[in-house]
């Protein structure tokens, strides 16, 4: 059984769909330990509590510095024993400890087709401001791991995404949202915990079934 716990910022609609596939059986062999958000306010903890997961709130604004902080949110993670950290929505800088400890079992969900639009200063909707504003008439999602890089590490899953005439931004986030994450975010964590991700020289196999 895979333990994950599932980090978040906000609205939690990529944790809503991880929970809803556990709770199908789309995702087998997985157990949500607990949900972690640095916003107190985040309404993903209110989505955690109401199918009675334990859910904490850890932010850097309590703590005063960035190295106590860091330690406090590693004592937090290390103390729900996960297997795999989810990130879903998280905008918090990941500390080198944490991904040195949990190398290769911290995957991250990013609203674009890495390598576009995406590193420092990409993330919610400033992604889909980018894309729209480049013209790209294809965007999508990716779901990878976590490395020391922002979005530099191993891609596991992409799905892309159309473009359509008058998109806004809102518009065409909630698009990304529907057709890719919420979809190859469940997808990811089902392959990973039946044993079909494999990461050899920086770069992810999956094996996938026949049917
Ligand atoms: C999602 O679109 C996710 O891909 C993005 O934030 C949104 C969170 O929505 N993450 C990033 O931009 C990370 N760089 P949610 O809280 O409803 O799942």
Same mark, same amino acid.
């Given at each position: 059984?895979?333990?994950?716990?599932?980090?978040?910022?906000?609205?939690?609609?990529?944790?809503?769909?991880?929970i809803?596939?556990?709770?199908?059986?789309?995702?087998?062999?997985?157990?949500?330990?607990?949900?972690? @958000?640095?916003?107190?306010?985040?309404?993903?903890?209110?989505?955690?509590?109401?199918?009675?997961?334990? @859910?904490?709130c850890? @932010?850097?604004?309590?703590?005063?510095?960035?190295?106590?902080?860091?330690?406090?949110?590693?004592?937090?993670?290390?103390?729900?024993?996960?297997?795999?950290?989810?990130?879903?929505?998280?905008?918090?800088?990941?500390?080198?400890?944490?991904?040195?400890?949990?190398?290769?079992?911290?995957?991250?969900?990013?609203?674009?087709?890495?390598? @576009?639009?995406?590193?420092?200063?990409?993330?919610?909707?400033?992604?889909?401001?980018?894309?729209?504003?480049?013209?790209?008439?294809?965007?999508?999602?990716?779901?990878?791991?976590?490395?020391?890089?922002?979005?530099?590490g191993?891609?596991?899953?992409?799905?892309?995404?159309?473009?359509?005439?008058?998109?806004?931004?809102?518009?065409?986030?909630?698009?990304?949202?529907?057709?890719?994450?919420?979809?190859?975010?469940?997808?990811?964590?089902?392959?990973?915990?039946?044993?079909?991700v494999?990461?050899?020289?920086?770069?992810?196999?999956?094996?996938?079934?026949?049917?």
């Amino acid at each position: 059984m895979l333990n994950i716990v599932v980090l978040v910022s906000g609205g939690g609609t990529n944790l809503q769909a991880i929970i809803d596939a556990v709770e199908a059986g789309e995702i087998t062999n997985t157990r949500i330990s607990g949900v972690i @958000s640095n916003n107190k306010n985040a309404y993903a903890l209110k989505r955690a509590q109401k199918h009675g997961i334990k @859910s904490l709130c850890i @932010s850097p604004k309590d703590f005063g510095s960035r190295t106590e902080f860091n330690r406090n949110f590693l004592e937090a993670v290390d103390g729900l024993n996960p297997d795999l950290l989810v990130l879903a929505g998280f905008l918090v800088v990941i500390p080198p400890e944490m991904t040195e400890r949990y190398r290769n079992r911290i995957i991250n969900i990013h609203p674009s087709l890495i390598p @576009s639009f995406c590193g420092t200063g990409y993330y919610g909707l400033k992604v889909h401001e980018a894309a729209l504003l480049r013209g790209v008439k294809v965007v999508g999602a990716t779901v990878h791991f976590v490395d020391e890089g922002t979005d530099t590490g191993p891609i596991i899953l992409q799905r892309a995404v159309e473009v359509e005439q008058g998109d806004t931004p809102e518009v065409l986030q909630r698009r990304v949202m529907e057709q890719a994450e919420w979809k190859i975010l469940p997808r990811a964590i089902d392959l990973i915990a039946n044993g079909k991700v494999k990461v050899e020289d920086g770069v992810v196999k999956v094996v996938e079934d026949d049917n």
